[in-house]
């Protein structure tokens, strides 16, 4: 019997000592403002403003639109042609992981290079899930061999839920995007890398206008219902070279997700309705953007493609009545930074009260090495991007900020990298998807982001040198 209990302590012993190292019930309550992390980034961006540069010139502007639909069915993989055996869909975990069957509508990405002065920005659009930060960080590599900097390059995802996967690293990646594919990742790299570059061969004189206009009835909070907070303003940016080619970048903040799990074919959802609309009308090109989709679900008549032709469509329709009121300037002022983030420690929960430790957290998901937050600020216009899924409810309150500073500002999601949700601090411990399943860095990240976002905005809105 000694000898029984004894193993049976030793298994018990072990057994706790291995739980301790993967699983924690510890969560860091230091005030984020005293952490290592915030004063890192914070010296950081102190030494971002000190060099700060304003362009006030002409306005040039280029465009490019190229093709993210894959091929399937084929018999071989053929990355350079963008033909494949199987392409997984990314965006909902019930899939399973399996293949899409065809295409219901091609899938793009799209770029906007805008030039003032000595001062280049470009501004991508996707149809993606994500911009994966794998996949971003080999673009970059691409992109810096010709001259093209990490931060002059302004990503964003329509965050469609039936677009390309197999790009996801790790586990939980695969969960959501399927099993990776080195082919394919090196096609979407290839594609987006040559949307930059192409939109920057375009530049030409042009002129430049933004606005935005109430679209609160095609969206509602998810997180918290009728009582939550929506940012119901759908952005816009009306590019015109003098040439005559016309674009638009649109910006919403619903989450794509009109379609279902249980859809197998390739859709841009209602931006890809809100884009084709566009473009059979008054403009050449029209780039969508995500918004701060954080908590924010669409809302439309119908359902699968019927809801989103009604919010695509009922979206492009408001905006052609508000481009004919636009003034284009051919002179602006430009200014942008690009701020690298040190982030909390990194913990995939289990439940309100219970998370993986960082080290197993990271073999399920490897963190990302290159996380951002961007602002670029064209005359009264500031356009942030975020690495996540971004808070509609703290979108507001940057917007109702600088709206008394005389800005206008909207706040774009999955910037090139990816760090799950950033919502306020106070919904850590809700029993739900978002801050439960997709909060990874505490219950501080939100209000940390949130700060970090502030200042960058202080520090464009400084006098011009």
Same mark, same amino acid.
């Given at each position: 019997m000694k000898k029984i209990g004894l193993i049976v302590g030793i298994v018990l012993s072990s057994t706790v000592f291995l739980l301790s190292f993967l699983i924690s019930c510890r969560v860091d309550q230091t005030p984020y403002f005293k952490t290592a992390y915030y004063q890192q980034t914070k010296t950081r961006l102190d030494s971002l403003t000190k060099t700060l540069k304003n362009s006030d010139d002409l306005l040039e502007a280029g465009f490019s639109k190229v093709s993210i639909t894959p091929g399937v069915g084929h018999d071989q993989d053929n990355p350079t042609a963008g033909k494949f055996i199987e392409v997984p869909l990314a965006g909902f975990g019930a899939r399973k992981g399996k293949s899409a069957k065809g295409t219901h509508d091609s899938i793009f990405v799209k770029a906007a290079a805008i030039k003032v002065g000595n001062q280049l920005v470009v501004i991508v659009g996707a149809d993606m899930l994500i911009m994966p930060?794998? =996949? =971003?960080? *080999?673009? %970059?590599?691409?992109?810096?061999?010709?001259? =093209?900097?990490?931060?002059?390059v302004f990503y964003s995802a329509s965050h469609t839920h039936s677009s390309v996967g197999a790009w996801g690293p790790g586990f939980i990646g695969e969960q959501f995007a399927g099993k990776a594919n080195l082919g394919i990742q090196k096609w979407l790299v290839n594609q987006i890398s040559t949307a930059v570059t192409k939109a920057i061969a375009d530049l030409k004189p042009a002129r430049f206008g933004n606005g935005y206009f109430n679209a609160a009835p095609y969206v509602k909070n998810r997180l918290i219902g009728e009582t939550g907070t929506i940012n119901g303003q759908f952005n816009y940016i009306s590019i015109q070279q003098k040439t005559g080619f016309k674009a638009v970048i649109g910006s919403f903040g619903a989450h794509a997700t009109t379609i279902g799990a249980d859809n197998f074919e390739f859709s841009a959802d209602y931006p890809g309705y809100w884009q084709r609309k566009m473009e059979q009308? %008054?403009?050449?090109?029209? =780039?969508?953007?995500?918004? &701060?989709?954080? %908590?924010? %679900?669409?809302?439309?008549?119908g359902n699968e493609f019927e809801k989103s032709k009604h919010i695509g469509e009922a979206l492009a329709d408001s905006l052609e009545k508000h481009l004919t009121q636009v003034q284009l300037k051919d002179r602006i002022n430009l200014s942008s930074i690009s701020l690298k983030m040190d982030l909390p420690a990194y913990h995939i929960r289990l439940t309100n009260h219970l998370h993986f430790? &960082?080290?197993? &957290? *990271?073999?399920?998901?490897?963190?990302?090495?290159?996380?951002y937050l961007q602002v670029i600020k064209m005359d009264n216009l500031m356009w942030f991007t975020t690495p996540s899924d971004f808070s509609g409810e703290f979108a507001l309150q940057i917007k109702d900020a600088l709206a008394n500073k005389g800005y206008h500002a909207n706040i774009t999601s999955f910037n090139g990298s990816y760090v799950g949700y950033i919502i306020p601090g106070k919904y850590f411990y809700f029993d739900s998807y978002e801050p439960k399943t997709m909060g990874w860095f505490g219950p501080n990240m939100g209000e940390y982001t949130f700060e970090m976002l502030r200042h960058l905005s202080d520090a464009v809105n400084q006098p011009q040198k």
């Open positions: 930060p794998n =996949i =971003i960080d *080999e673009v %970059s590599l691409t992109l810096q061999k010709k001259g =093209i900097q990490r931060n002059q009308g %008054s403009v050449d090109l029209a =780039i969508f953007c995500g918004g &701060s989709v954080g %908590s924010q %679900s669409p809302v439309g008549e430790t &960082s080290w197993l &957290s *990271e073999k399920l998901m490897p963190l990302p090495q290159n996380v």
